[in-house]
């Protein structure tokens, strides 16, 4: 399958050493329309802000390789059930070919390597759950044992695999965008600004899923080559999205 890719959004990140203005942004999404247009590629890549940086690519995925990794939820024992996990890192499943192709799209999309993402994170969220405010990247006195040489999460990617029929809406409070939870869609959004630094804008949360489920699956992308360790993200709570 043939995905629009944003090559031209990355090409530009990668030049510039601060922020760019939002209609530079435009330009470069133009340019990106124009030339998956001529190949007959509908385009698909939104930008929602430049601060915090926000993407949204519809359809993503097809809805067969959304049910394919939902499936995976039994195999990690992920249910409704509150005396089970609603979510699991998918660690028995990183040479799984649907798994390998979904991560090359994503490092095609973003622009950064599949060395520097952690292994993916499968969640159900059922209804009456919700997540407040929070951010992704590692901060606080203990915040270097998690970041390590793996540099902290630079961007995250949160791919849509089942819509509930009401709520679980991604709010970003800064932005004051709120994102519907589309079956195959991807949101992107940058934790770290340009220079590096914490960008507190990217602060956000996940509407009460009001009726029906919710299932995503999270890439978070390093700085830096990262080692899969599944225990920098179960420790720190505050930085799991």
Not at 8 to 18: A, F, S
Not at 92 to 114: C, F, G, M, V, Y
Not at 119 to 131: C, D, H, K, N, S
Not at 199 to 214: C, L, P, R
Request: proline share 5%; with cysteine.
């Amino acid at each position: 399958r043939d995905f629009c890719l944003s090559r031209g959004l990355g090409d530009v990140y990668k030049r510039q050493k601060k922020a760019l203005p939002l209609k530079v942004l435009k330009k470069a999404q133009a340019q990106d329309a124009q030339e998956t247009e001529k190949k007959g590629i509908p385009y698909q890549v939104e930008a929602l802000s430049f601060n915090p940086r926000i993407f949204l690519y519809h359809n993503f995925l097809l809805p067969k390789q959304c049910d394919y990794l939902i499936n995976l939820g039994s195999e990690y024992s992920i249910s409704a059930d509150s005396n089970s996990p609603y979510g699991a890192f998918l660690l028995n499943h990183q040479r799984d070919s649907i798994i390998k192709d979904i991560e090359h799209l994503i490092a095609e999309w973003t622009q950064i390597p599949i060395e520097n993402g952690e292994v993916m994170f499968l969640r159900q969220t059922p209804a009456g759950i919700e997540l407040p405010n929070h951010v992704d990247y590692f901060y606080g006195p203990d915040s270097e044992q998690y970041i390590g040489d793996q540099g902290n999460r630079l961007a995250s990617v949160i791919i849509f695999l089942e819509e509930p029929e009401q709520g679980g809406e991604v709010y970003f409070p800064e932005a004051k965008i709120k994102i519907p939870c589309k079956k195959g869609d991807a949101l992107l959004y940058f934790n770290l600004k340009a220079d590096g630094s914490l960008d507190e804008a990217s602060v956000h949360s996940f509407a009460k899923v009001v009726k029906g489920n919710k299932w995503t699956l999270t890439k978070w992308l390093r700085q830096s080559p990262a080692y899969h360790q599944q225990s920098t993200v179960d420790d720190h709570k505050d930085a799991v999205a």
